[in-house]
């Protein structure tokens, strides 16, 4: 039996812009193995972003198949796809996104709450979630307090809100200074000790020094 928990086959994307199609993605396949940490580098613009929107379940592809322990995500409707995003998958993007009128807890909260944690149970979960990034004291802090760092770490905390298997990451430290990114990195490095699927999109040759393994996109295939 295969250990990939993530897998493609003849992954394709393409994009249409009137009159314009662009190939995005020509013929994917690939496997993510279970409890890896895998960097998927290449120029901007190669695809890299738009395999991991495939891999994720945010985007349909063109043509091939995307499998997720097993399961072919292209075949799912949208409520059955949005719940296994839900129970397996946790996403940081390079630009945070967090809720600025809340504070860091109240982000985690919410995504605890999406996740089904029950209410009694919200608060407790987030506190835990922000002690495990370093960020207990940032609590009661809203966005505009933090630093971007700090910000990216209350990201992947509320990544981890449902427990994922897998954490999907696009850019990570893309908008970090350097000391902002080493603390991503050990993060990373210790949510991949305890057994997490790590799969980081970036052009940080530090972050793909440390990983398993390597996936190199260049004009949508695989190198």
Known sequence: MSDAIIRTENLEKSYQTGAVTTQALRGVTLEIKKGSFTCIVGPSGHGKSTLMH????????TKGSVFLEGVEIGSLDNSRLAQLRGEKIGFVFQFFNLLQGLTAKENVEVAAMLAGV?????AERAMKLLAQVGLAEKAD?????????QQQRVAI???????PAILLMDEPTGNLDSAA???VLEILRNLH???KTVVVVTHNNEIACKAEYVICVRDGQIQ
């Open 54 to 61: 495939l891999l994720g379940g945010l985007d349909h592809p």
């Open 118 to 122: 029950p209410e009694k149970e919200q």
């Open 141 to 149: 802090s809203k966005p505009s307090q933090l630093s971007g760092g």
């Open 157 to 163: 905390a509320r990544a981890l809100a449902n427990d």
């Open 181 to 183: 990114e080493a603390e």
């Open 193 to 195: 000790a305890q057994g």
